[in-house]
């Protein structure tokens, strides 16, 4: 546990370098094809160094804004409160912010840079849904990722997702329609730009997924282990994977974050490119530790 906790420490860095590496990259590409010369370059290094800042110290706000979470306190909901407060006396882990989401769709996520500034959202629906002792797993699973420092990583990668993509549709919008700025006949450089450009935010998904599935199964083993009850987290998720609707406020930038995707329990080829490894593999993998 102590290994993996240094590794996701790692990755956070390694991460933050790629997404500077990648929009520098495209700010290359976008000189190449506008005419910006390396200005495009700095610009787009300026703008990757902030936002990584503002990954590391706001993106837990963002994104509990878009999921349209509000902070509780105790008097509030003392079932929940409590419940979270045991789990974190057990865990050793100081106790986080906890926000409702007012959604009927059962779900959860924990966000922060680290477990000094971390925060947990359940969603009503997850509330009314589940017994103690699955309510109990879920919360547990979601404690794991803030003790694991997976939420780090997880919210690093909110905003470069985000923007690589953003940056790419706006700028690709841009070379099709701005014809007359581009250098007359073209060239191979920016051929090659406008390549990257389009293909970068499919690298931005590939490092989002590379990161996403194993650390499901990493936080349902150790959720089980707080809990030692590994069948609560298992009857939870799947009632949530029964749950077939989407939440009201998703997005694909965040949908990692969820303890199941937040698009609804529907199967099919979607499913290859989900950040979620598939429901019946992670019951499976509790259920032979019981």
């Not at 990584?52 to 902070?71: E, R």
């Not at 590939?206 to 996403?212: D, E, P």
Request: glycine share 8%.
């Amino acid at each position: 546990m102590y290994k993996q906790i240094s590794a996701n420490k790692r990755k956070s860095i390694v991460l933050i370098i790629l997404f500077i590496i990648l929009v520098g990259a495209i700010g290359w590409a976008l000189g190449q094809i506008f005419r910006f010369g390396y200005a495009g370059i700095i610009w787009a290094l300026i703008i990757a160094i902030g936002l990584s800042f503002l990954s590391y110290y706001s993106g837990d706000k963002i994104a509990l804004f878009t999921a349209g979470a509000q902070p509780i306190a105790k008097e509030q909901n003392p079932y929940v409160y409590r419940m979270v407060e045991n789990l974190c006396i057990t865990s050793g882990l100081p106790l986080p912010k906890i926000y409702i989401i007012n959604d009927p769709a059962p779900n959860a996520f924990a966000t922060g840079r680290d477990p000094k500034h971390s925060s947990i959202a359940v969603t009503t629906g997850l509330i009314e849904r589940l017994e103690n002792e699955e309510l109990e797993g879920v919360l547990a699973h979601e404690l794991s990722h803030v003790k694991n420092y997976d939420i780090r990583i997880m919210m690093v990668v909110i905003i470069c997702v985000g923007f690589i993509t953003l940056l790419a549709d706006i700028f690709l919008r841009g070379s099709l329609f701005g014809g007359s700025r581009r250098r007359e006949g073209g060239s191979i450089l920016a051929i090659v730009g406008l390549i990257l450009i389009i293909l970068s935010p499919i690298f931005a998904r590939l490092i989002q997924f590379a990161i996403s599935r194993k650390r499901e199964f990493l936080a349902d083993a150790s959720g089980a282990l707080l809990t030692r009850y590994p069948e609560g987290l298992a009857r939870a998720l799947e009632k949530i994977s029964s749950y077939k609707d989407p939440m009201r406020r998703t997005n694909k930038a965040t949908a990692h974050l969820y303890i199941a995707s937040p698009f609804g329990g529907k199967k099919g080829f979607r499913n290859l490119f989900s950040t979620h490894p598939p429901i019946e593999e992670r019951v499976k993998a509790l259920r032979t530790m019981a």
